[in-house]
C-alpha cells in the first residue's frame, strides 16, 4: 500500500502541471493535444520504470525522458534524468547540472534533493535552496512540505525500495 500511495505522490507532483507552451490541449484531435498527451504517456512510464527499479529498462527510461524533456517547462524531466543518472552511477555534475536545470525551472523535488546534496558539503548553499523550496506555490500551500519532498527524493535515490 505505500508503495502505491508514494507512486501517487510522484504523479500528483508531476501531471499537474501544463507541459505545452502556449497550446490548447483541451482541443481534440488537434497537433498540441497529441505532443501533451504522448508527453504525459512518457512521463508516466518513465517514472514507472525508474520508480519500480526496472534496470533492464532504464535505457527506454532514459529515451523517454529525453524525448519528453523537449516539451516541459516544468523541470520534472530533468528531474527525472538526474534520478536516473544517480542510479547509474553517473558523473556527479552531470546531475548536478541536470537537478539545477530543473530547480531553475522551480520544479521542488529538485530544490529539495539539491539542499539535501548541498547539505553535507556546503550548509550555506543548502540553505539557499531550503529558502528557494519556502518560495515556492507548493510549500506555501503546506504539500509536499519540505519534509515530504525530502522523504520522496530519498525513496527514488536510495539504492532499495
Same mark, same amino acid.
Given at each position: 500500500m505505500k508503495k502505491w500511495m508514494f507512486f501517487g505522490a510522484l504523479l500528483c507532483l508531476g501531471l499537474g502541471g501544463c507541459a505545452t507552451k502556449g497550446c490548447d490541449i483541451t482541443a481534440a484531435g488537434s497537433s498540441c493535444r497529441a505532443d501533451y498527451? &504522448? @508527453?504525459?504517456? +512518457?512521463? &508516466?512510464? /518513465?517514472?514507472? %520504470? %525508474?520508480?519500480? #527499479? #526496472?534496470? +533492464?529498462? @532504464?535505457?527506454? /527510461?532514459? /529515451? &523517454?525522458? +529525453? #524525448?519528453a524533456v523537449k516539451q516541459d517547462t516544468t523541470g520534472e524531466a530533468e528531474f527525472y534524468q538526474a534520478v536516473l543518472q544517480l542510479r547509474l552511477n553517473a558523473d556527479g555534475s552531470r546531475v548536478h547540472e541536470l537537478l539545477q536545470a530543473s530547480a531553475d525551472k522551480k520544479y521542488p523535488l529538485a530544490i529539495a534533493l539539491l539542499a539535501q546534496l548541498s547539505g553535507s558539503v556546503d550548509q550555506e548553499k543548502a540553505r539557499r535552496y531550503r529558502a528557494k523550496y519556502d518560495e515556492l506555490d507548493v510549500a506555501k500551500s503546506g504539500y509536499p512540505s519540505f519534509p515530504q519532498a525530502l522523504i520522496v527524493v530519498n525513496k527514488l535515490i536510495s539504492p532499495t525500495n
Open positions: 498527451l &504522448l @508527453y504525459q504517456n +512518457d512521463m &508516466l512510464q /518513465a517514472k514507472w %520504470i %525508474i520508480n519500480e #527499479r #526496472r534496470q +533492464d529498462s @532504464y535505457e527506454l /527510461a532514459s /529515451a &523517454l525522458l +529525453d #524525448r
